[in-house]
């Protein structure tokens, strides 16, 4: 509880004490005028915060508060309708995450992209080649030499070669296609990509066509915009070709709803789109859902695409599985509303694509919720749930007369029908009573015998764990739940929550079928989010997960044993460099549990799938500091007694890569969590490396209201002191804590930062005067000449907080809204310290708020963010620019802004600056500008990343981005230009 607390409170301390602090009036002698322009030589410092009727009251004479701030940025495969003249039927092929092609398996991996897999030897399966896809990773095909991928929410920008410095940007924000050459399977190769605007529904290819469903909405590329473009566009994809693939035709048309489903015949796209449709649009009283069915013509073989009628249908169609087209007719199944109501059976007429009419429905006036629906032929299954689940069979041989032929009552619901003859094997739930007489809801399997006009259940299983579900969106339920007769067997991945042990519990579930029964039998553990269970032979199942990759003998179904693993994508939640660079350790693994591993891999591969060495090191809320030859490990190690907490720093010994070992370890007398450096972007560290083998730990101590009163408590409480913790790791053997420095007095403190041995924190306090709340940052020095000895110095008054000090000069950040909260405004103060007093040298406004401010040699640089307000379609929005500042500091004296360059992103923050280049995080990537020339910072690249970037790691012309399961992103620094 406390981890939580600390993740989520003390980031948001931050922002408040940097934003929170209001304009407005009561300016005193130790505050800035109204202007915010302090005085040559000022040594004593307020921040106006505003009226104290703006905020919550403090203590008797203080307290923290916090400020206002800006608004924050099942395919049918029989023929119909129009024909393809004489020619051979076309197959309708349907995409997956993975496809096994002899002993080669391709799997689009959510985290790593496109990753060629060898099962040749299937006790050491291998990873042989790598494609990194940015982007959301949806669907993939394989065909001959090209795989071809689909990825949703894709970004990317660039600026012409020609205009790097004047020209326009370019910038694309949808979906895409993009083709990757696996020729070489061990070299794959991205030759080609194609934009699809909005978001990519859903593909099929039919024949040589690829056929691809995207979504548009007129906020796709932004809220603050007058776009009003609404539509969905079809369109198709010679692949005849594969050295040339090309789009042959593109379909735009009204975008009739928000949830889309697609139906695929070789000559048909019958494409669902719900929606409410009010009784009366304008007060939006009365109606209920409608789906709008349109007939899109891929009779075509070479690609031409004709969009026919459309028609109408009541309630809601809430997958793929309820439209079906058979003998001239779409039979639809849809439902009043997500919640209970009517259930229709809609028949429609598409013998005529132009005039498509409905031929017959059937109304259940049931009250109840359509949870599955199957078409089989002349007959339809309908399944509907309030408490008893019905099964409804209907005889659809006469599509103007749809018949009700019978109704199976039984417990839960099913939730996706595999039809199979005479039987029916379905995947839902079952409602379970326990001993205590409790109820939960479980995944269970059944088997339905559909050969009388009533059908009968024969045979039902539960899996373990409550409230389970598969990986899966209802469309691709078939993709995941793999009924084979030929082996007899059911297999599926799923997941699902144990209420006794308190944990989810999942992986691949083999369930035994036969013509009267189900069997449960084993169950096969995988870590991540098991998304596959691929059968292999007669014997063995691939399963495949997010994370890890497994080869299990299934000759004993109850006892699944593992024969081979790869991990896929490891959890890479710390980095570093080691000795000159060849090789590079992670900190991976699981790091709420601990269940974590250094990883040494090679760094020109550090994805690779097989590292040099690992070592166990249990490291939850784990960091790693580099010295040397040495690792030091620093984490919060749970008592798995229920016992408190320890802090646990380790010593491991990487002068032989190879063979990583653990040396010594301290534990702190009280438990530091440790952040994550990147928590505290220009505001310093909680724990900090000073002189190669001294860590310094800051150990905040949480404080809260009672009652009225701040940091107070019931009778006999006191306050616990914020402490330094100082560990000399200097003997890898015996690592020590070297001294405790107590702090007293402290309201918040936060920000470790080092110049030589001396060590500073940030401390602030607020407090209400005259009806107005101010602020005063502090500077708390701490000598390590001796570690053994440290000194506390006295508080330094200083303006905003520390973001960067040499010998006796000081920056700070000072920031705070104007009277109407209207505007932020930023300044950089440049402090001489003398005599135990910080002296005012010069300022340099800043428009906007700050995200981190960087220095490097006479260099300061921060990305500001202000915005404007527009009126768009009569509403009031917002409309961001971030800048990116450089300031002259050489002369403290004289601090001023050098040049300013415009990130082309509504939001971005300054991430590092280093080796004269500053990385920009914002939109779907980093923003990297050439700032050797401190008055002219200029756009060098732009970087799709990935899943939330923990560190930049600079060496050489290569940056290392660790991105947690994403891995370590690596970017070519001299690739200009660089659009992805």
């Not at 991928?149 to 694309?172: H, K, L, N, Q």
């Not at 083709?179 to 070489?184: A, E, F, G, L």
């Not at 280049?917 to 060098?940: I, M, S």
Request: aromatic share 12%.
């Amino acid at each position: 509880m406390r981890r939580s607390f600390a993740q989520l409170v003390m980031p948001a301390v931050l922002l408040a004490l940097a934003a929170c602090t209001g304009g407005g009036g009561g300016s005193t002698s130790g505050g800035s005028s109204s202007s915010g322009v302090r005085p040559h030589g000022q040594s004593s410092f307020e921040t106006p915060m505003g009226s104290a009727n703006n905020y919550n009251r403090g203590g008797a004479s203080e307290g923290s508060t916090s400020g206002g701030g800006a608004p924050a940025a099942g395919d049918s495969n029989q023929a119909g309708g129009a024909t393809g003249g004489g020619a051979a039927p076309r197959a309708v092929e349907e995409s997956d995450i993975y496809k096994l092609d002899g002993n080669t398996l391709f799997v689009l991996n959510r985290y790593r992209g496109l990753q060629i897999l060898d099962v040749t030897d299937l006790d050491h399966p291998r990873v042989i080649g790598r494609a990194p896809i940015y982007g959301y990773p949806k669907d993939m095909y394989v065909r001959g030499q090209n795989a071809y991928i689909i990825v949703s929410d894709y970004y990317s920008f660039w600026r012409e070669d020609t205009a790097m410095v004047d020209g326009p940007w370019y910038a694309s924000w949808g979906s895409q296609l993009r083709i990757v050459d696996i020729s070489n399977p061990a070299s794959p190769t991205v030759t080609g990509s194609i934009n699809l605007q909005g978001d990519c529904g859903d593909s099929r290819i039919v024949g040589d066509v690829m056929y691809l469903v995207s979504h548009r909405y007129p906020w796709w590329g932004g809220y603050a915009t007058d776009d009003t473009e609404d539509k969905t566009q079809v369109l198709s994809l010679d692949l005849t070709d594969q050295d040339n693939i090309h789009v042959v035709d593109t379909a735009d048309f009204a975008r009739n709803g928000w949830e889309h489903h697609i139906s695929v015949t070789e000559n048909t796209i019958y494409l669902a789109s719900s929606q409410w449709q009010y009784d009366d649009p304008v007060n939006y009283t009365g109606g209920g859902y409608v789906t709008n069915v349109r007939y899109v013509d891929i009779s075509d073989p070479a690609g031409d695409i004709k969009v026919r009628d459309d028609i109408n249908v009541a309630g809601r169609v809430m997958d793929r599985w309820s439209m079906d087209e058979y003998q001239g007719h779409l039979r639809v199944a849809s439902s009043d509303n997500w919640g209970n109501g009517d259930v229709f059976l809609t028949t429609v007429n598409v013998q005529n694509p132009d005039s498509l009419l409905e031929a017959g429905r059937y109304t259940l006036r049931v009250n109840e919720q359509l949870t599955s629906a199957r078409f089989d032929g002349a007959k339809g299954y309908l399944v509907s749930f309030r408490r008893i689940d019905p099964l409804f069979a209907f005889d659809l041989s006469d599509p103007v007369n749809p018949r009700l032929l019978g109704e199976l009552q039984m417990e839960g619901w099913l939730d996706f029908m595999v039809p199979m003859g005479d039987r029916i094997v379905a995947l839902g739930h079952d409602d379970v009573t326990h001993p205590d007489g409790s109820t939960t809801w479980a995944l269970a399997v059944s088997l339905i015998d559909t050969t009388p006009t009533t059908p009968v259940l024969l045979s039902r299983v539960i899996i373990d764990g409550a409230y389970g579900w598969i990986p899966s969106e209802r469309d691709d339920f078939a993709k995941v739940f793999r009924v084979l007769p030929e082996l007899g067997l059911i297999v599926f991945p799923f997941q699902a929550w144990d209420p006794q042990d308190w944990r989810y519990i999942g992986g691949v579930q083999l369930v035994d079928v036969s013509q009267t029964a189900l069997t449960k039998r084993g169950l096969i553990g995988n870590a991540g989010w098991v998304e596959r269970g691929i059968p292999f032979g007669q014997s063995t199942v691939l399963t495949l997960s997010s994370e890890v990759f497994q080869v299990m003998d299934i000759t004993d179904r109850d006892n699944p044993s593992l024969r081979g693993r790869l991990e896929l994508a490891r959890n890479v939640t710390d980095f570093a460099l080691i000795g000159d660079g060849t090789y590079n350790v992670q900190l991976a693994g699981d790091w709420y549990l601990g269940d974590t591993q250094l990883a040494i891999t090679p760094t020109n591969d550090p994805d690779t799938a097989s590292p040099v060495a690992s070592l166990h090191v249990p490291a939850p809320y784990g960091r790693v500091f580099h010295n040397g030859d040495m690792v030091y490990v620093s984490s919060v190690q749970q008592d798995p007694n229920g016992g408190n907490a320890r802090s646990v720093v380790k010593t491991v010994d990487l002068s032989d890569p190879t063979h990583p070992r653990v040396r010594g370890s301290v534990e702190l007398p009280t438990v530091v969590y440790g952040s994550y450096g990147y928590w505290y972007w220009g505001s310093g560290d909680e724990v900090i490396q000073v002189d190669g083998s001294l860590l310094v730990f800051h150990r905040y101590s949480y404080r809260y209201w009672y009652g009225d009163c701040y940091n107070c408590g019931p009778s006999g409480y006191t306050p616990e002191p914020d402490r330094i913790y100082v560990v000399d790791m200097a003997d890898p053997d015996a690592p020590r804590l070297a001294s405790t420095v107590e702090l007293t007095d402290i309201q918040w403190a936060w920000g470790l930062r080092a110049s030589g041995r001396n060590v500073y924190l940030s401390d602030y306090t607020s407090y209400e005067r005259d009806g107005y709340w101010w602020a005063r940052y502090n500077l708390l020095p701490i000598s390590l000449a001796d570690a053994n000895n440290p000194v506390l110095g006295d508080r330094i008054n200083i303006p905003g907080y520390v973001v960067g000090l040499e010998g006796d000069k000081v920056f700070t950040v000072e920031g705070y809204y104007n009277s109407d909260y209207s505007q932020y405004t930023s300044w950089l103060h440049a402090l001489q310290i003398f005599e135990g007093a910080a002296y005012l040298q010069s300022s340099v406004q800043l428009p906007g708020y700050a995200y981190n401010v960087a220095i490097e040699g006479n260099g300061a640089y921060t990305a500001t963010n202000n915005y404007t307000q527009v009126t768009v379609n009569d509403m009031t929005q917002y409309i961001y620019r971030t800048t990116l500042t450089s300031i002259d500091i050489s002369d403290i004296g004289n601090i001023h802004v050098a040049g300013t360059a415009d990130v082309p992103t509504d939001w971005g923050y300054l991430r590092k600056v280093e080796g004269g280049r500053a990385f920009l995080g914002g939109g779907a990537g980093l923003f990297v500008f050439d700032v050797r020339n401190l008055e002219a910072p200029r756009f060098e690249s732009f970087f799709r990343t990935w899943g939330w970037v923990v560190d930049i790691v600079t060496h050489g012309n290569k940056a290392f981005l660790p991105s947690g399961y994403y891995g370590v992103q690596v970017l070519d620094l001299e690739a200009q230009n660089n659009p992805i």
